[in-house]
């Protein structure tokens, strides 16, 4: 019934977690994880997300 984090499956792809092709290389920050490619960050940007757009409450994507 219970996971550790040791039952967890880790995430060593290097491709989007969105569109899962192209390979991660945008930063999205506060949080600093590096999951999306720029154009499914692009595109997420504006999705809306419990009522505000994504990036609204100053969450930012760098592209590396």
């Known amino acids: 019934l219970f996971q550790s984090e040791d ?3 880790e995430d060593n792809g290097a ?6 092709s192209d390979p991660r290389d945008t930063l ?7 999951c999306l490619c720029y ?13 505000g757009a994504f990036g609204d409450d100053g969450g930012e994507a760098s592209r590396f």
């Open 28 to 34: 999205i920050l506060p949080c600093r994880h590096l």
């Open 15 to 20: 491709e989007c977690v969105i569109c899962m």
């Open 39 to 51: 154009l499914c960050a692009d595109s997420l940007r504006y999705v809306d997300v419990e009522g």
């Open 7 to 9: 039952d967890e499956p």
